[in-house]
């Protein structure tokens, strides 16, 4: 009798017994134990290289003075020396900021002027077009539509070069305006105007998706009411169909100015000496000048604008109501009217001309031998593509090597967020993964670079802080990509596992994994895609060994050497199109 009892229970103590603690209960420790680990390494990882970063940031801006946050942790000395910078912090810096007539609030304000005016420009000039893809049939839509993700290719940078061979004192389109008897130029790109339609013509894609979007959720039956009453089509335009797209609207103009204000690759191009765009102040008090306390209260300043309207532009979305659209299924009828689909199809040609002519200016510059003197160059010859890849295959290298290193780690980072987002509903870690995306790219390699100047963990200059740069700035793209993979796995498929004996974390790896994977190849290829062509963190963080492609781009334009940066352009553009096609093929992505 007393064996069958030894065999049912375990001996605890001296006159106590306890149940068997059985396998599977034994496995659920070690799964819970292995998923916060996990949980608690993805919140360390957000921790150190991107909120002590900015909170880093922000101590350097009211004490004037580099403060090493690691170091007072590991070293007495280090300590003692923070706590005395932090007893004399003020907000001077931030006062004499915001004094009239100061460089950096004239910086503040030229790019919140920009910015403004750039939002406005791209939702008019974008409006027709939405319009025309959502409402109308409108002929070359397919055509229109692969056209129009040529501005998301380009780096800025590499836009603002075509412009200048476009529109610049030996452009092209000068030499023909001069033909036809025009004297000078036809504007000065290197100007404020140079910098809007730059921004205009290669912004416009970001605004003009989600404006399609909004025309086609609201309900036609709503215009054809108006129209059945009387109203004309103008009127009903007007009173119906553009209230019920409003958020959307609103919406893609506010992002439009998100992006208008934290972009670098234009202004560093194109803008003037006597121009003061708070990006390029930024740049220049940290790379010309040492200027810690400078650059961190602009950065800080960058941080608080594109906060608030990236916050405003949630708040228009969640705000209000507007939908229209019931449980009855309705046919829409779109608009036929050949007066009104010729019109549109000659005014989306003339918008997506532009950029389809930067592309090609860029190709000319790649293969001529020389040019400016004519409209079109003087010769035509391939051996600066031969260049680039004889004298510059180390940076194309480099770009692989980076753009690969970004994505493993992305891939999995984000496969966690995912699924404690999802599957635990952690509020705090979908928060902390969102930062990255108000969060401009300039602002966070001024951070990174201020964070780990120092020991005890000094990264600056290496190519570990360019990866995990490159990998928390584009990681959201990847989240949010692996996250709508998530949310269609049903639970039942990770219970299954579970109930046959695997522990959670391996449930997770073995069964949910393979599942992400079509999420995964999208994400990845996103993230691949924007750090090939990323300007701003390359040209903060990267050291010379580790100069990629978009570094070494910028580098030859800084140089004089126009013709080199063209055919390394055109080979970052073909990488970015093929791999950005795949995407489409692998999410079945179908924009019109």
């Known amino acids: 009798m007393s064996t069958d009892v030894r065999t049912q229970t375990e001996v605890a103590g001296p006159g106590e017994l306890k149940p068997p603690t059985s396998k599977s209960s034994r496995n659920k420790k070690v799964s819970f134990s292995g998923l916060t680990m996990m949980k608690w390494l993805v919140y360390a990882f957000f921790l150190v290289f991107l909120i002590v970063p900015l909170l880093s940031i922000l101590l350097v801006s009211i004490t004037g003075e580099p403060i090493n ?89 590499i836009s603002s070069y075509a412009f200048t061979l476009m529109f610049g004192k030996t452009g092209w389109v000068n030499h023909i305006y001069r033909a036809f008897g025009g004297e000078g130029v036809l504007f000065d790109v290197q100007s404020m105007l140079g910098i809007v339609l730059v921004q205009v013509f290669f912004f416009f894609p970001y605004a003009l998706w989600p404006m399609v979007a909004a025309f086609k959720i609201s309900d036609l039956t709503l215009e054809e009411a108006s129209q059945n009453l009387g109203a004309r089509s103008w009127y009903t335009f007007g009173r119906v169909t553009l209230p019920l797209a409003m958020p959307g609207l609103v919406s893609s103009m506010l992002l439009i100015f998100t992006v208008s204000f934290s972009d670098f690759g234009t202004p560093i191009i194109l803008a003037p000496k006597d121009l003061s765009l708070i990006v390029v102040e930024a740049y220049r008090e940290l790379s010309g000048f040492f200027n810690w306390a400078g650059s961190a209260v602009l950065t800080i300043v960058m941080l608080i604008v594109a906060a608030f309207f990236f916050w405003l532009q949630r708040l228009v979305v969640k705000g209000k109501e507007y939908g229209t659209i019931s449980g009855k299924p309705t046919k829409q009828k779109l608009n036929d009217s050949k007066a009104v689909t010729t019109t549109l199809s000659i005014y989306s040609f003339l918008i997506v001309l532009v950029p389809l002519l930067a592309v090609g200016s860029i190709f000319l510059s790649s293969i001529a031998t020389t040019w400016g003197m004519h409209a079109l160059p003087d010769g035509y010859t391939l051996k600066h593509y031969a260049l680039i890849f004889s004298s510059s295959s180390k940076n194309i290298i480099n770009s692989m090597i980076l753009a690969i290193g970004s994505l493993v780690l992305s ?55 360019l990866i995990i740069a490159y990998t928390i700035r584009r990681m959201p793209y990847m989240i949010r990509s692996t996250m709508s993979s998530m949310m269609a796995i049903r639970k039942d498929i990770e219970e299954a596992a579970i109930s046959l004996g695997a522990s959670q974390l391996v449930a997770a790896i073995t069964v949910i994994g393979p599942l992400l994977l079509p999420g995964i190849a999208a994400g990845g290829i996103l993230v691949f895609v924007t750090v090939i062509k990323e300007a701003s963190i390359s040209i903060l963080l990267a050291p010379s060994d580790w100069a990629p492609m978009s570094l070494a781009v910028f580098q030859n334009l800084l140089r004089g050497e126009y013709y080199t940066a063209s055919a390394m352009a055109i080979l970052i553009i073909f990488i970015v199109v093929v791999l950005q096609y795949l995407a489409k093929k692998l999410t079945k992505d179908q924009l019109y």
């Open 411 to 465: 891939v999995v980072i984000a496969i966690f967020v995912s699924y404690f987002v999802v599957r635990r509903n952690s509020g705090a870690l979908d928060f902390i993964s969102s930062i990255p995306l108000i969060v401009p790219g300039i602002a966070l390699g001024i951070a990174l670079i201020q964070t780990f100047n120092t020991a005890p963990i000094q990264l600056t200059g290496t190519a570990t802080i």
């Open 69 to 157: 946050i690691f170091g007072s942790f590991t070293n007495a000395k280090i300590f003692n020396s923070t706590m005395e910078k932090l007893s004399n912090m003020s907000f001077e810096a931030y006062r004499t900021m915001f004094e009239s007539g100061g460089s950096y609030f004239g910086a503040l304000v030229n790019s919140l002027k920009l910015s403004t005016g750039v939002a406005l420009l791209v939702t008019i000039m974008v409006l027709p077009i939405a319009y025309a893809f959502a409402r109308t049939t409108m002929p070359f839509k397919a055509l229109f539509a692969a056209i129009c993700t040529i501005p998301l290719v380009m780096p800025t940078f």
